[in-house]
């Protein structure tokens, strides 16, 4: 079975710098998905990515693909507080329709 | 476009009682799945269902769990006893065509 493991678990950093998440993933998968979710709230759908060596940006967000390492990355750039939250990552198998959710990156971005 | 909808937003009930959750998923959407999440395991995938029909229940914990949709705009997540740890926030999503999953703002669940 899939599984889906994200690091760090938990990211303090200084606005204005650049940071990495990371998401590793077990087995095939065909799409990988990130999540926002902010304190007491739901969560919010970022990016798919659907095939190797895609790249989906929004504002400081970046998040890539690759299929053969079985990786994914979220890039923050020039991090605001604004971007604090728990950010996941999400795979799906080819053989079901379920997603599996890593355990979640918290960034906390202070002044 | 309203998203999923779910009620109650925050249930607090006595160990023994039966608790219902309810989800409205998105108009049109096949695919309706139920979470839980706890600091201690994180977000679980307890149960779907694709045009009604449950499909993967295998993360239900246990028999007092369980889960209907009668119909494409309505189901609901019963939990009969209820014992202090389901104490979780339990989310309902739905999505089109196995598609991105939409969420909705949880239901707050404690167990006293």
């Known amino acids: 079975e899939l599984k889906v493991e994200q690091n760090p678990l938990f990211l303090s950093m200084q606005e204005g710098k650049n940071y990495t998440i990371y998401c590793n993933y077990s087995?095939?998968?065909?799409?990988l998905y990130w999540y926002r979710q902010d304190p007491g709230k739901s969560l919010e759908s970022l990016f798919v990515l659907l095939s190797n060596g895609a790249v989906k940006q929004e504002g400081r967000l970046m998040a890539s693909l690759d299929t053969k390492a079985r990786l994914s990355t979220l890039h923050i750039t020039a991090a605001v507080h604004d971007l604090s939250a728990t950010y996941f990552c999400?795979?799906?198998?080819?053989?079901?329709?379920?997603?599996?959710f890593g355990t979640g990156t918290r960034l906390q971005v202070f002044p | 476009d309203a998203g999923v909808i779910q009620s109650p937003r925050h249930e607090v009930t006595e160990m023994g009682q039966e608790v219902t959750l309810r989800c409205k998923p998105i108009s049109g959407h096949d695919y309706l799945f139920w979470y839980r999440q706890t600091m201690m395991r994180g977000l679980e995938l307890l149960i779907y269902?694709?045009?009604?029909?449950?499909?993967?229940d295998s993360g239900m914990p246990e028999d007092r769990f369980s889960a209907k949709m009668p119909n494409a705009s309505f189901s609901t997540l019963k939990i009969q006893p209820s014992e202090p740890r389901d104490s979780a926030v339990y989310f309902c999503a739905s999505s089109l065509t196995a598609g991105t999953q939409y969420f909705g703002p949880g239901t707050r669940l404690t167990v006293l």
């Open positions: 269902f694709n045009n009604n029909v449950p499909i993967d």
């Open positions: 087995t095939t998968s065909d799409r």
């Open positions: 999400a795979g799906r198998s080819y053989n079901t329709d379920k997603l599996i």
